[in-house]
T-cell receptor
């Protein structure tokens, strides 16, 4: 089964600064999707950004961007101009035709 | 956008009783539904995958007789926790997969159900 690894249980960033969350995954497939989800205290899963494996260009969504390194099986999330509302749990997820699996998560704290 | 309605949001039940959780896709057809369990401060653990009209595929270690999943239609999937015990207390989340207009897969999550067994 595919595995997703987030090696940073907790991260902290100063408001307006930039932070990068790490994610690696293991797969033998060539066709898959990668996601970053935000989970606030309400526990609603909020899609931050997605990347299709066949696309070489890194996905961006406003202040959020990814560094997708397919050969290295790495998928990091960069949050620019961090805001207090960015504080939450962030989960990296891998999905293929079969299912979607998540990493252990990174708790992001934003300091004012 | 694609919306999944999950009910109930919270439920408290007595040990030994059964609880049903529903996930309904409101404006799209969910060909596949994933059910996850999340303990406090932990990640989402996949319990089972269900395809409309087929039996669910359970992850290793998940008791299929305890966690009954039904996906009888393209808009409704249910998870029934049978003979619930305190250790079944957890947060349960469903996720529906659908095909987007360009043929890609889209995923949308329910708001979750907090189950407490007393």
């Amino acid at each position: 089964a595919q595995t997703v690894t987030q090696s940073q249980p907790e991260m902290s960033v100063q408001e307006a600064e930039t932070v990068t969350l790490s994610c690696t995954y293991d797969t033998s497939e060539s066709d898959y999707y990668l996601f970053w989800y935000k989970q606030p205290p309400s526990r609603q899963m909020i899609l931050v950004i997605r990347q299709e494996a066949y696309k070489q260009q890194n996905a961006t969504e406003n202040r959020f961007s990814v560094n997708f390194q397919k050969a290295a099986k790495s998928f990091s999330l960069k949050i620019s101009d961090s805001q207090l509302g960015d504080a939450a749990m962030y989960f990296c997820a891998y999905a293929n035709w079969r299912d979607m699996r998540f990493g252990a998560g990174t708790r992001l704290t934003v300091k004012p | 956008g694609a919306v999944v309605s999950q009910h109930p949001s919270r439920v408290i039940c007595k040990s030994g009783t059964s609880v049903k959780i529903e996930c309904r896709s409101l404006d799209f057809q969910a060909t596949t539904m994933f059910w996850y369990r999340q303990f406090p401060k932990q990640s989402l653990m996949l319990m089972a995958t269900s395809n409309e009209g087929s039996k669910a595929t359970y992850e290793q270690g998940v008791e299929k007789d305890k966690f009954l999943i039904n996906h009888a239609s393209l808009t409704l999937s249910t998870l029934t926790v049978t003979s619930a015990h305190p250790e079944d207390s957890s947060f349960y989340i469903c996720s529906a997969r659908f095909r987007g207009p360009m043929g890609y897969y889209g995923y949308t999550f329910g708001s979750g159900t907090r189950l407490t067994v007393v």
